[in-house]
């Protein structure tokens, strides 16, 4: 029976396999000691009867799952989806063109499980992720130097909120961005985060949009340099630009041959 569920390590063991030189939308998680770790993912992919060893020792790939390997290795477009709705609910997905077909997978723990797909399947998905409450009136953009980011997100971690509201503040951000901010690195707040990358021009042309969401207070995530320091950017935004510029990223994605 052919399996559909498998850990970051067991896609990236039978990408090598096909000789593949690039996946997307799976993270490279094999560490350092890549070669001990291969080895080791080859041999349980051949106790599972995913792979084939001759009298060699040679290992190859079974057939059957060259068209899954294909499609996250050489597919003409991709688009990740993550979406956190609290500290207990998450979602992460991947969809991918390959050869006029959509495949998705999707993240349950540690393991990708990987099915069809169709765009009315990718769209509904993607809806059913968008922020619907209430906002408050709009207030103005903040910019903030991304080293500061990652000291307040530190700060968080070490549970010192207090100190992560004051580094937010400092930038001008008022209390209900600052408290939402806050919430995002804490990873207690919505949060939706979509990656499109699109290959059919050689090259990988990337895309991208996220969001934050707390107390009332919707929040676009974007980068940009100031005073020659990389910063992030939060705008306040309605849940109707929210879905705009989703949209707008979804249908480049959905678009065959385009």
Known sequence: MKQSS???????AMAYLLRKPKMYGIPNVMGAD?????????DELVSQGVADMDMDGHISLRPEYYTMVNGFCDCQKCLTVNARYNEA???NIIFWLYDD????SEVIDDRYVFS?????TIRAIVNNSFCTAEMQELKPEVVIPQVQIGKAKRACLKGNFVEAFRM?????????????IVAGLQGSSYYLGLVYMDMQSGACQKQDCSFLYSDSVLLSLDQTVANF????TFTPITCADMRHKVNSLLDSFLTKGA
């Open 229 to 232: 320091r990389t910063c992030a």
């Open 168 to 180: 937010i503040r400092q930038y001008g951000a008022d209390s209900d961005t600052s408290s939402t």
């Open 34 to 42: 890549r070669n001990v770790s291969l080895q080791v993912v080859l």
């Open 6 to 12: 498998f850990t970051a390590k067991e896609l990236f």
């Open 116 to 120: 069809q797909a169709d765009a009315d």
């Open 101 to 104: 077909s959509w495949i998705m």
């Open 89 to 91: 609910s998450m979602q």
